[in-house]
């Protein structure tokens, strides 16, 4: 079965740190791109940051830079993202997402465009 899922989610402190895992399975994700997304509640969808699958070039969004990191972990095919100096303005449900047929990570990290496979989500709260 050919999909995406999110761990590592879950409550973290202003200023702290959460790491999010993307794992696929029934297919290996090492030559696509892949996004990060975050819904916050009563807000609409917005990219985070992405990984080109082509050269590993990074993209984030204004808000997050130098606080967060994407990675790849072939091995283990998982994408991770690395969330330092949290804020509560980080707060919200981050999904992963890929597309298996076009390159699509650039600065707009893929927003507004169809993507083939979503994952779940993993819920983050940060708040004291």
Same mark, same amino acid.
């Given at each position: ?7 590592? =989610?879950?409550?973290?402190? +202003?200023?702290?740190? /959460? ?6 399975? %029934? &297919? ?6 892949? !996004?990060? &997304?975050?819904?916050? +509640? ?10 080109? %699958? ?8 204004? !808000?997050?830079?130098?606080? &967060? ?6 091995? @283990? ?8 100096? /949290? @804020? +509560?303005?980080?707060? %919200? ?10 390159? &699509? ?15 779940? =989500?993993? +819920? ?5």
């Amino acid at each position: 079965q050919v999909q995406l899922v999110e761990s590592g =989610g879950g409550l973290g402190q +202003p200023g702290g740190s /959460l790491r999010l895992s993307c794992t696929a399975s %029934g &297919f290996s994700l090492n030559y696509y791109d892949i !996004s990060w &997304f975050r819904q916050a +509640p009563g807000k609409e969808r917005e990219g985070v940051s992405c990984i080109s %699958g082509n050269d590993r070039s990074t993209y984030y969004r204004d !808000s997050v830079k130098g606080r &967060f990191t994407i990675s790849t972990d072939i091995d @283990k095919n998982t994408v991770y993202l690395q969330m330092n100096s /949290l @804020k +509560p303005e980080d707060t %919200g449900v981050y999904y992963c997402a890929l597309d298996r047929v076009t390159r &699509f990570c650039d600065k707009t990290l893929g927003a507004g465009r169809y993507l083939e496979i979503w994952g779940q =989500g993993t +819920p983050v709260t940060v708040s004291s």
